[in-house]
């Protein structure tokens, strides 16, 4: 369905009110990482709830978990036949200090240079506000939305979702829907709309190799037994092949469905260069999995790495000690076609038959969490990149992402949905850093693909 005339009218009528109120929302300072601003994460979702409700949206709730709460809301009266259509966003933000490499306070969400600048403006207060003024835009200038609209707004984003799953029960199977959309990403550079359909997944682990009772003097006891440090390093040495890239963990391979010749000339023309890379890293010289580009390392190909190694004496000058205990922190960004809980007892049972004589090897998993691959030639999907090139003038390109969503792969199992990831943020809009930002043009241009987006669904 054409998005009518009245709809984008009112969105261009409304700029100045709605500019004004995403600075009112960035104001809140919600960080979830920082427990001294709980009060101020409870009033961003009372904040989103009133909002809602002026909006039009119904049955707006917050949804009670273990940590903070989400906000969700629906509009259920488009009719037996409308598809249903679940937003998902967050009202958490990072944290932020002027003394971090601010030139504006981080929470004055100031206006300057084409941007709005403060933390959450891009990650993700406006892009969820997008959303939630597309369909005000509808609900008041026609009376009804063309599709059955459900958002969710998440309050832990930044801090993992460990409690998402708190949502998902007691929602009770609400969120249901046929497509899920995720706007909490990068478009392919200024003008250039993207959809991201692949997510990585994640395994985390500690691993702990104790050693003798206590740290042990190198002279009395040194040459007799294996040092804990050393029993690591050899233990770690053993992941990954120096030659191929590729991980050695027996059988990390089996379940992975090799990205096809079709697939891989569609990368190849999206993909960031070698040059630019190495640039974006510092390094002189890229390196990886055999066979694979750089992109393609990053975007459709599983690995590990090893995060942190801890272990006898850091301090200054010298101490010659051979340690009880050494530690490391290891991870695995996987692809969709493998189960974390399988890749975890893979590594587990990979480390710990590494383990040296005289040693004792703990593996333990921190987390794991699911990849994401969804279908672009869905006819959903379709729909939402019809609406992507109306707004833009460009056909959006699709675009593979490293990191890991856990939230996505959740609600794609658990509610049967769809997902695709249309998002309205920028790479150099600095989600996570100081300076953090999100173009005018973007918030402007968002709002207008969201009421499309609800049009095209509803065709
Ligand atoms: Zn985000």
């Not at 050393?230 to 191929?244: F, G, I, R, W």
């Not at 891989?264 to 640039?279: F, G, I, M, Q």
């Not at 794609?412 to 150099?428: A, E, S």
Request: charged share 25%; proline share 6%.
């Amino acid at each position: 369905m054409q998005v009518p005339a009245a709809v984008l009218t009112h969105l261009k009528k409304s700029w100045d009110a709605h500019l004004a109120e995403l600075q009112e929302l960035v104001r809140i300072p919600s960080v979830s990482a920082d427990p001294a601003y709980k009060a101020d994460v409870a009033r961003a979702a009372q904040w989103l709830m009133a909002r809602l409700q002026r909006a039009g949206l119904e049955n707006i709730k917050l949804v009670p978990t273990k940590g903070n709460p989400a906000v969700v809301a629906d509009w259920l009266h488009a009719g037996p036949k409308a598809k249903t259509l679940l937003v998902y966003g967050h009202y958490d933000v990072q944290p932020a200090k002027k003394a971090d490499g601010w030139k504006y306070e981080p929470f004055e969400a100031r206006v300057a240079d084409g941007r709005i600048w403060g933390r959450g403006t891009t990650d993700d207060k406006g892009q969820l506000y997008c959303h939630l003024l597309a369909a005000e835009a509808w609900l008041k200038t026609t009376g009804k939305l063309p599709v059955n609209l459900k958002f969710v707004f998440e309050g832990e984003e930044e801090i993992g979702s460990l409690n998402y799953g708190d949502v998902l029960t007691n929602t009770k199977g609400a969120l249901k829907a046929d497509l899920l959309i995720v706007s909490d990403s990068p478009m392919h550079g200024e003008g250039q709309p993207a959809l991201t359909h692949t997510l990585r997944g994640l395994d985390y682990f500690q691993v702990d190799v104790t050693g003798p009772k206590s740290d042990l003097h190198s002279g009395t006891f040194g040459g007799i037994l294996w040092n804990p440090n050393e029993a690591l390093v050899h233990m770690l040495a053993q992941l990954k092949d120096p030659k191929t890239g590729r991980v050695l963990v027996p059988g990390f391979y089996d379940d992975v469905v090799p990205a096809t010749k079709a697939e891989r000339a569609r990368l190849a023309t999206v993909a960031e260069s070698d040059a630019a890379l190495k640039k974006q890293t510092g390094v002189d010289a890229l390196w990886g999995e055999t066979g694979w580009t750089s992109y393609e390392r990053i975007g459709v190909r599983p690995t590990l790495e090893i995060n942190g190694i801890y272990g006898g004496y850091t301090g200054e000058g010298a101490k010659t000690v051979i340690p009880a205990h050494a530690h490391a922190k290891v991870s695995c960004r996987l692809v969709a076609d493998q189960d974390p809980k399988t890749i975890a007892k893979l590594v587990q049972k990979h480390l710990t038959s590494l383990a040296k004589p005289g040693t004792k090897v703990k593996v333990t998993v921190l987390s794991a969490g699911s990849g994401v691959r969804a279908d672009p030639d869905h006819p959903l999907v379709k729909a939402v990149e019809r609406a992507l090139e109306a707004t833009w003038g460009k056909k959006p390109v699709l675009i593979p992402e490293g990191g890991s969503i856990p939230p996505v792969a959740d609600m794609q199992k658990r509610l049967g949905v769809v997902p695709i990831l249309c998002g309205f943020g920028n790479r150099d809009e600095n989600m996570h850093a100081p300076e953090e930002s999100f173009r005018l043009s973007s918030f402007e241009k968002g709002r207008e693909a969201c009421a499309r987006i609800y049009g095209e669904l509803g065709a």
